[in-house]
C-alpha cells in the first residue's frame, strides 16, 4: 500500500516569501501520478499542480513549481512570490498508473498561513 | 457550470440514524469517489465508482453504502451513525477513461456531527 506523508503541520510565511512544503511517499510502483492540491477556507478542493512520474523535468504553474526526486521519494512544493489567496490547507497525494478509477492517496496536510 | 453538488452543507445527526449524503455531477464523468477528511489524517477514499452501475471499496468502507444507479449521482448513506463518523465528506469526480490526468473534481464538502 501506498503512504504519503506530510511533516509540516503548519506553516507561516510573510506575503511575497517563497515557501517550500515538504512531501514523502512510500511505494513500490513505477509509474505514478503526484499532485499538489489546495484547499482553501471554502473547503474546495482545487488541483494546483501534477507531477508524472516517468518526467523527469519538474512541473510549474506560474508561482507554483515542484522538487521531484524520485529515488529519494520526495515532492515538494515551492510557492514564489507568496500571496495572501495562497493561504490554505494544501495536500500532496499520490496515484499509481495504470488504473480506471483514479484513486488517490493523501497525505495529512499542510496549513499554509500568508501574513500581510 | 456547477460542477460537483453535494447536500446537505452541514447537518447533526443523532447516533443510530440513517443519513443519506448526495452527491450529483454535470460533467458527464465516468468515476466517482468519497471521501472523508479529517484533522490530522488527511482525506481518506471511503467509496468509488468506476462507471454506473458499479463500485468497489475504498481505504476506510465500513458503515458506509454507495449506489451509481447513473453517471451523474453517487449518494453516501450511513445506515446506523456512529460519533466516529463525525467527519467533513467530500464527493468528487474524474474523467478516467478521457485523458486520465488524474485530477479530481471536487465538492464543497459536507459537514457531518453525529452526537
Known amino acids: 500500500a501506498q503512504t504519503v506523508t506530510q511533516s509540516q503541520p503548519e506553516m507561516s510565511v510573510q506575503e511575497a516569501e517563497t515557501v517550500t512544503l515538504s512531501c514523502t511517499y512510500d511505494?513500490?510502483?513505477?509509474?505514478?501520478?503526484l499532485f499538489w492540491y489546495k484547499q482553501p477556507p471554502s473547503r474546495q478542493m482545487i488541483l494546483v499542480i501534477r507531477?508524472?512520474?516517468?518526467?523527469?523535468q519538474n512541473a510549474t504553474e506560474n508561482r507554483f513549481s515542484v522538487n521531484f526526486q524520485k529515488a529519494a521519494k520526495s515532492f515538494s512544493l515551492k510557492i514564489s512570490d507568496s500571496q495572501l489567496g495562497d493561504t490554505a490547507m494544501y495536500f500532496c497525494a499520490f496515484m499509481k498508473l495504470p488504473q480506471g478509477a483514479q484513486k488517490l492517496v493523501f497525505g495529512q496536510g499542510t496549513r499554509l498561513t500568508i501574513n500581510p | 457550470i456547477a460542477g460537483i453538488t453535494q447536500a446537505p452543507t452541514s447537518q447533526i445527526l443523532a447516533a443510530g440514524r440513517r443519513m443519506t449524503l448526495r452527491c450529483t455531477q454535470d460533467?458527464?464523468?465516468?468515476?466517482m469517489y468519497w471521501y472523508r477528511q479529517d484533522l490530522g489524517l488527511g482525506l481518506r477514499l471511503i467509496h468509488y465508482s468506476n462507471t454506473a452501475g458499479t463500485t468497489g471499496k475504498g481505504e476506510v468502507p465500513d458503515g458506509y453504502s454507495v449506489s451509481r444507479a447513473n453517471t451523474d449521482d453517487f449518494p453516501l448513506t450511513l445506515a446506523s451513525a456512529v460519533p466516529s463518523q463525525t467527519s467533513v465528506y467530500f464527493c468528487a469526480s474524474s474523467d478516467s477513461f478521457g485523458l486520465n490526468t488524474g485530477e479530481l473534481f471536487f465538492g464543497e464538502g459536507s459537514r457531518l456531527t453525529v452526537l
Open positions: 507531477q508524472e512520474a516517468y518526467k523527469q
Open positions: 511505494t513500490s510502483e513505477n509509474n505514478y501520478y
Open positions: 460533467m458527464r464523468h465516468n468515476a
